[in-house]
């Protein structure tokens, strides 16, 4: 199974920082938010990474290099201009195959098991769902939520109690084969289709999970993780 980090965005909400720094190897407790995700993929047992990127990706592609040092092998999907979550992952379906792949948002901080998507992805074909989503319960920046979840299916009933998506998701590939290759599409929409015809699963992680979308909530987040020993190293963009 391969898995994909998203990692094309500009992070406009986190500038000056990202002026010449791309969000993902922001380090908050020394280490870059992009190499945590790689080092979990890694001791989970995933031997192929797909990284889209847009905003300064070449300075990406020098951090990671060709992912030798994580004990894997790690493919780029250049966008020159980023393509949102739809696009990027359908402008990345030649890397990526024919069989169900997790992705995964760069910029967040989360300790999901990454291991499981093997046995979700096993749940989806014997349940003919093309798409299973991580939720996790609102944080204070966003009390609406996204979807909501109700006996293992995301549905988008009025009123239902709505729970955030993490930007975890494992999915066929199928649904994104109908985006333009090359053209920008958001993931909304087309998750929006599938859970209307019943075929999104998902679950809530109940762990933790930051979206490390401000200054403020990186230094949060820094702060959080300085107290503790760091186990992997600094990587300089």
Not at 40 to 48: D, K, P, V
Not at 82 to 111: K, M, Q, R, S, W
Not at 201 to 216: A, F, K, L, N, Y
Request: net charge neutral; with cysteine.
């Amino acid at each position: 199974m391969k898995a994909m980090l998203l990692a094309a965005g500009r992070g406009e909400r986190m500038r000056p920082l990202t002026d010449h720094c791309p969000k993902p190897l922001l380090a908050p407790g020394g280490v870059p938010l992009i190499e945590r995700h790689l080092r979990r993929l890694a001791s989970a047992g995933f031997e192929n990474v797909v990284i889209n990127h847009a905003w300064l990706g070449e300075k990406i592609e020098s951090a990671l290099g060709d992912g030798r040092r994580f004990g894997m092998r790690i493919s780029y999907s250049a966008e020159g201009t980023a393509l949102e979550t739809a696009g990027g992952i359908a402008n990345a379906l030649p890397l990526l195959g024919d069989a169900p792949f997790l992705v995964i948002n760069a910029d967040t901080y989360c300790d999901f098991d990454p291991g499981r998507a093997r046995s979700i992805a096993a749940q989806m074909a014997a349940a003919d769902q093309l798409a299973w989503l991580v939720l996790v319960p609102n944080p204070p920046h966003h009390p609406a939520g996204d979807f909501a979840l109700r006996n293992g299916l995301v549905h988008l009933e009025p009123g239902a109690p709505r729970l955030t998506f993490s930007g975890i998701g494992i999915y066929a590939p199928g649904p994104f084969a109908a985006v333009a290759h090359g053209s920008a599409a958001k993931l909304a929409p087309l998750l929006r289709t599938l859970i209307a015809t019943r075929q999104v699963g998902g679950e809530v992680h109940s762990g933790r999970w930051v979206d490390v979308g401000t200054p403020e909530r990186l230094a949060a987040l820094d702060a959080e993780l300085r107290g503790a020993p760091v186990q992997a190293p600094t990587i300089t963009p």
